[in-house]
């Protein structure tokens, strides 16, 4: 599918979900019914960093994928995309029966875990919205980062 948007006509902006750092981790966090899930997200990632405006999010929960900050810098050293998106899972609608509201970051745990992933990769925090409990990280802020449709 990935590839298809690719040849066929570029969207705006792709996101892509990281789950995990790790397959293990990928296989507790998301208990695939696909044995090679891990490897095709990883195959996803790799054809990601073709796009023009490429975002990776990833949707943390504490003491589930919130962890292993050096994978994860890994993976996105590995594979370079325009945006990387670090946000806290939240316990809403259906989620509320999977997750307890205990498993949700904080803003200030979700920057903390951030801030590691810079230390590690050289990208930089660029912007933030705390009552979200969202971090944006880029290599370096551009003009165009806010999309204008008029």
Request: aromatic residues 8%; charged residues 30%; hydrophobic residues 40%.
């Amino acid at each position: 599918m990935m590839q298809r948007l690719l040849d066929e006509a570029e969207p705006t902006q792709v996101y892509v979900t990281l789950s995990a750092p790790t397959k293990e981790v990928y296989q507790k966090t998301c208990n695939p019914l696909i044995p090679d899930q891990w490897e095709m997200m990883v195959k996803s990632l790799e054809i990601l960093t073709k796009f023009k405006r490429s975002t990776i999010r990833m949707t943390l929960v504490k003491g589930l994928n919130m962890l292993d900050p050096e994978s994860y810098a890994k993976l996105l050293l590995k594979y370079p995309v325009k945006f990387i998106e670090l946000k806290a899972a939240m316990a809403v609608g259906y989620s509320r029966y999977r997750m307890e509201y205990s498993s949700m970051p904080l803003h200030s745990e979700i920057k903390d875990f951030a801030e590691k992933i810079c230390n590690l990769t050289g990208l930089k925090i660029i912007d933030e919205k705390p009552n979200s409990r969202v971090v944006l990280l880029m290599k370096e802020d551009f003009k165009e980062r806010r999309l204008n449709f008029d």
